[in-house]
């Protein structure tokens, strides 16, 4: 892992200009280190050898030098709290935005977006304020340092430039570890993540084969390994951190030592080996805080890193386009690990239709609704014009209904909220009576997977969404599963009265959906695998 990964530059313009203070208040402060050294060594000296007085304007210089040099630590805090606000908004926006253009089937999944988009780029907050501008000290205070050392004294200057390497090397090396756990550490909790997210949107089918507390153990395992993985991390961290202190305090002792031989001898000037005194520990000092900053954003290192990663998957070749021309499949096939591969597929829907897909089970009916919308991709021939997701509206087999109330997950998608449509989207989706009995109406709250409904409930809002919509393409994958006769016959009065200028595309088995197509497109069942072949 690189200290300062271009690619931070080329995602992030807040990083170049937070770059460029750094170093400006890097340069101020390695001066301002220089300056309270060399009037703290001369006010000692002409105290202790010519018996000076201490007073304030003897004291005056240093305590405004000292002044300055805080307030520039102060000024250095600002920025990077500053940058890495910007930052990580920056990098948010572009993460979503080109998840949002690769599509669904191309972009991470939904929890490692969300481990991403929130844990893991928090984690630079560490990298912004404590990291990078110890960095800037690191390769600024050294130089400085010995520049002002060298007319001073050539021998401590010598044995600073010699041992000062000494700490990069092992930090170097502590690194290759530390970036191995830390990547562990995140890896395995995004997998946590994911895991946990599944056991959330199964519960219910746990719970019903009496298997929810077998998932509660293997979260709690993962957890547990999750809890050993990060305090192996900070084990290393500390270690570490010990490593680089007892490296430059036995560098500063050798400085120390020549320095008092010297001295003694009265080669040496006191005013001298006291500069020196001073400097050399502030010439180590940011190195080692480098060190022991690199652990804190270690995190947010690796979290950038597979935000990088995903910013840099190239975009689909084929460009989805406005609804309005005829869509084209052709010779389409898919195939699925382990499976035989779907029967060829060709048609053409023309705009305004209604076309119902029908078939027996298995024969890739979902399958040619998940190819237009990006869920799969097709591993022979084309589909053409793939259409803008924004004029798609999507009813799945298991729609899906976030936390929040009724009247969110009907507007989910929609450009506004108006409640007039919402109500009339409603009634057409036969779901506008179950919600009025409801205490809160429209504002009662839904639990994950839309807990508190029962399927049929959960299929109207849906609808009503599809409803409410109003895009000019509408894919429907069973759209009446779950209800009973009366309900259905609503239904298809409203979806056939929805399709009047739209193309719509269901995927259907029930006769009484099929009836209401304008046009039946009847697919072939799949080729039995071979014996001995897994199908």
């Given amino acids: 892992m690189r200290p300062l990964d271009p690619r931070l530059l080329r995602h992030a313009r807040a990083t170049r200009t937070f770059l460029v203070l750094s170093v400006a208040l890097g340069v101020a402060l390695a001066g301002l280190v220089v300056a309270q050294a060399t009037l703290l060594a001369s006010l000692i000296t002409s105290v202790f050898l010519d018996g000076a007085a201490i007073g304030p304007a003897a004291v005056a210089p240093l305590a405004v030098v000292v002044l300055l040099r805080a307030a520039v630590a102060w000024a250095q805090q600002v920025v990077a709290t500053r940058a890495s606000a910007a930052v990580k908004r920056e990098l948010r926006a572009r993460l979503l935005a080109h998840a949002a253009a690769l599509g669904p089937g191309r972009a991470p999944s939904s929890a490692t977006l969300a481990t991403l988009a929130t844990r893991g780029l928090d984690a630079l907050d560490a990298y912004f304020a404590k990291y990078l501008p110890q960095l800037v000290l690191a390769a600024l205070v050294p130089v400085v340092v010995l520049v002002r050392l060298a007319p001073a004294d050539v021998v401590a200057t010598a044995t600073v430039a010699l041992t000062l390497p000494l700490i990069p090397v092992f930090m170097a090396l502590v690194g290759l570890h530390t970036e191995s756990a830390n990547r562990r550490q995140f890896r395995l909790l995004t997998r946590l993540s994911h895991h946990f997210l599944d056991v959330v949107a199964g519960l219910p089918t746990l719970r019903v084969f009496g298997r929810a507390k077998r998932q509660a153990a293997v979260i709690a395992e993962i957890s547990a390994e999750q809890r050993r993985v990060t305090m192996r991390t900070l084990r ?51 190195l080692r805080q480098v060190g022991a900053n690199y652990h804190a954003s270690a995190e947010g290192l690796a979290a950038a890193t597979d935000v990088f990663a995903i910013l840099e998957t190239p975009l689909p070749a ?47 009916k979902s399958t040619v609704l998940s190819v237009l919308m990006g869920f799969v991709s097709p591993t022979a021939g084309t589909v053409a014009p793939l259409p803008a ?14 936390a929040g109330t009724i009247a969110d997950n009907i507007c989910l998608g929609a450009a506004g909220r108006d409640p007039a449509a919402m109500r009339s989207a409603a009634a057409q989706a036969g779901a506008l009576s179950f919600i009025e009995a409801l205490p809160d109406g429209f504002d009662t709250p839904l639990g994950d997977d839309g807990a508190g409904l029962s399927a049929g409930q959960r299929q109207r809002i849906a609808l009503a969404r599809v409803f409410l919509r109003d895009a000019p393409l509408v894919l429907l994958d069973e759209p009446t599963a779950g209800l009973d006769a009366a309900t259905e016959a609503e239904l298809l009065a409203a979806i056939r009265a929805h399709a009047a200028g739209r193309t719509v595309i269901m995927a259907a088995h029930r006769p009484s959906l099929v009836a209401i197509a304008d046009r039946v497109i009847a697919l072939p069942s799949v080729t039995p695998a071979p014996a001995g072949v897994a199908g």
């Fill in 318 to 364: 084929v460009a989805r386009t406005s609804a309005g021309a005829p869509i084209r499949f052709s010779d389409v096939v898919v195939a699925y690990p382990g499976r035989p591969p779907l029967p060829a597929f060709s048609c053409a829907v023309t705009p305004g239709e209604l076309v119902a897909l029908t078939g027996p089970s298995g024969c890739g």
């Fill in 389 to 402: 997701l924004r004029d798609v509206a999507w009813l799945p087999q298991r729609p899906w209904l976030g």
């Fill in 236 to 286: 290393v961290a500390l270690l570490s951190s010990l490593v680089l202190e007892l490296l430059s305090t036995l560098s500063v002792a050798l400085v120390a030592v020549g320095i008092g031989l010297r001295l003694v001898d009265g080669s040496l000037g006191l005013a001298t080996a006291l500069l020196v005194l001073i400097l050399a520990p502030e010439a180590y000092l940011p």
